[in-house]
């Protein structure tokens, strides 16, 4: 209308504070650059990371790459409002991942979306990742920071990861190789990792009606801190192992627990048996079956049950592996054996 003064909007009083956004980056700067070796040739805050690929090493380079998230195990930050080490398990579940066919990791990108951008705590999540990162023995070289208020509420957030690694074609690990005899091994897990926190929510917060701060006399802490424990990442152990000795399988225990993961490499005709009583399963799982009321084989298909990455090796390896294990002061277990069958996996506890 003639007269009428026209209302002025910008971008902040949208919901979205550039200003933000742009102490973010001066807040995350030093703390990205641990991560970075002499391959890594572009700084934070560009439009794209570059990384200079070493192909000398290789004879015919295969890139692998893996993306996943954290699930709904973000709830237990937004909980606790605790936010440095959720990162950790985005990386840890997306280099887990590549790790399964022998892949070194390079470098990682992440991706935060939020409804509302508050750089402190955007950079406490960048800490868990950088802090990840490093565990990996990989770069953080870009990632993204949305602030997309309207889609989610002014405290949540969503994480994501994308990890890219490297592996000679003649080295890739798919399994193929595993015959009857071979030798199972399992590397411990640091707890529940990332996998099966909608039925851990439900049975905690839902069922027992605990509060994140409730003591466990059984877990020495509170619920809150164990189930926020970051995943365990396996660059270290698993790729010293494949630089050293002619590894035919790995498996990351991941969502499905045992009965998804581990048939996904085991040849048709073939039946990976494990011996569940080898298994020093952490005080957790038993605590989450009891309350809940979850079957066995519920708990082997939802959850690691105390062993994250799984290793296949030919009887010929086994003995220097498991002596190697040893001399480097890792835990493992001597799971079981491959054997004749169609199932796939089979467990038992004797």
């Given at each position: 209308?003639?007269?009428?003064?026209?209302?002025?909007?910008?971008?902040?009083?949208?919901?979205?504070?550039?200003?933000?956004?742009?102490?973010?980056?001066?807040?995350?700067?030093?703390?990205?650059?641990?991560?970075?070796?002499?391959?890594?040739l572009s700084d934070i805050g560009g439009f794209a990371g570059l990384f200079q690929l070493d192909t000398k090493?290789?004879?015919?380079?295969?890139?692998?790459?893996?993306?996943?998230?954290?699930?709904?195990?973000?709830?237990?930050?937004?909980?606790?409002?605790?936010?440095?080490?959720?990162?950790?398990?985005?990386?840890?579940?997306?280099?887990?991942?590549?790790?399964?066919?022998?892949?070194?990791?390079?470098?990682?990108?992440?991706?935060?979306?939020?409804?509302?951008?508050?750089?402190?705590?955007?950079?406490?999540?960048?800490?868990?990742?950088?802090?990840?990162?490093?565990?990996?023995?990989?770069?953080?070289?870009?990632?993204?920071?949305?602030?997309?208020?309207?889609?989610?509420?002014?405290?949540?957030?969503?994480?994501?990861?994308?990890?890219?690694?490297?592996?000679?074609?003649?080295?890739?690990?798919?399994?193929?190789?595993?015959?009857?005899?071979?030798?199972?091994?399992?590397?411990?897990?640091?707890?529940?990792?990332?996998?099966?926190?909608?039925?851990?929510?439900?049975?905690?917060?839902?069922?027992?009606?605990?509060?994140?701060?409730?003591?466990?006399?059984?877990?020495?802490?509170?619920?809150?801190?164990?189930?926020?424990?970051?995943?365990?990442?396996?660059?270290?152990?698993?790729?010293?192992?494949?630089?050293?000795?002619?590894?035919?399988?790995?498996?990351?225990?991941?969502?499905?627990?045992?009965?998804?993961?581990?048939?996904?490499?085991?040849?048709?005709?073939?039946?990976?048996?494990?011996?569940?009583?080898?298994?020093?399963?952490?005080?957790?799982?038993?605590?989450?079956?009891?309350w809940g009321n979850i079957e066995r084989e519920e708990m082997y298909g939802t959850f690691n049950m105390g062993?994250?990455?799984?290793?296949?090796?030919?009887?010929?390896?086994?003995?220097?592996?498991?002596?190697?294990?040893?001399?480097?002061?890792?835990?493992?277990?001597?799971?079981?054996?491959?054997?004749?069958?169609?199932?796939?996996?089979?467990?038992?506890?004797?």
């Amino acid at each position: 209308m003639k007269g009428e003064r026209k209302l002025s909007l910008n971008y902040k009083e949208a919901g979205v504070d550039k200003e933000e956004g742009y102490k973010q980056v001066q807040l995350i700067k030093d703390m990205v650059k641990r991560t970075h070796g002499p391959q890594v040739l572009s700084d934070i805050g560009g439009f794209a990371g570059l990384f200079q690929l070493d192909t000398k090493s290789y004879k015919e380079p295969v890139l692998v790459s893996g993306t996943d998230g954290v699930g709904t195990k973000l709830k237990l930050a937004f909980m606790m409002d605790k936010h440095n080490s959720i990162g950790e398990d985005c990386v840890a579940m997306c280099v887990n991942d590549i790790l399964w066919q022998g892949a070194r990791p390079l470098f990682f990108l992440d991706y935060i979306a939020t409804g509302k951008l508050v750089a402190e705590k955007m950079a406490s999540i960048v800490e868990g990742v950088v802090s990840g990162c490093q565990k990996a023995a990989c770069a953080l070289i870009g990632g993204e920071t949305a602030e997309m208020p309207g889609f989610y509420g002014h405290d949540e957030y969503d994480l994501a990861g994308f990890a890219l690694g490297i592996v000679d074609k003649g080295k890739i690990i798919d399994g193929s190789a595993i015959e009857e005899g071979d030798h199972i091994i399992g590397l411990p897990s640091s707890g529940l990792h990332s996998n099966g926190y909608s039925l851990v929510r439900k049975i905690v917060f839902e069922k027992m009606k605990m509060e994140v701060d409730h003591y466990v006399e059984e877990l020495g802490k509170s619920i809150g801190e164990e189930l926020l424990t970051p995943t365990r990442i396996y660059t270290r152990p698993i790729y010293d192992l494949v630089e050293r000795f002619a590894i035919k399988g790995l498996i990351h225990i991941t969502g499905g627990g045992f009965y998804e993961n581990i048939p996904r490499i085991i040849p048709k005709g073939l039946t990976a048996h494990i011996n569940t009583a080898k298994i020093d399963t952490p005080v957790i799982f038993d605590l989450l079956q009891e309350w809940g009321n979850i079957e066995r084989e519920e708990m082997y298909g939802t959850f690691n049950m105390g062993i994250g990455m799984v290793i296949v090796v030919g009887k010929d390896e086994f003995h220097r592996l498991v002596n190697y294990l040893g001399e480097l002061g890792e835990e493992f277990v001597v799971l079981g054996q491959v054997e004749k069958g169609d199932e796939g996996v089979v467990l038992w506890h004797q």
